[in-house]
């Protein structure tokens, strides 16, 4: 079993009173995991589907701010 099996697997197992539309919404995420792929850090597939802002904590600071 793959883990993307798995993970439907345990979503469900964790939520045995799905609404109808719980489920309709479980099983359009299992229809697009099963048309895309993503390898390694290669997340061009999500391109123009995913949005976010930058987040709100500067991560070259904390680590200049840890090391002095």
Do not use: K
Request: net charge negative; charged share 30%.
């Amino acid at each position: 079993i793959g883990w993307r099996a798995q993970v439907f697997d345990c979503l469900e197992r964790r939520s045995p009173t799905l609404t109808h539309m719980d489920a309709d919404i479980l099983e359009n995420l299992r229809q697009a995991y099963d048309r895309t792929s993503m390898v390694g850090w290669d997340f061009s597939v999500l391109d123009g589907r995913m949005t976010a802002d930058d987040p709100w904590w500067d991560f070259e600071a904390d680590c200049l701010r840890d090391m002095a």
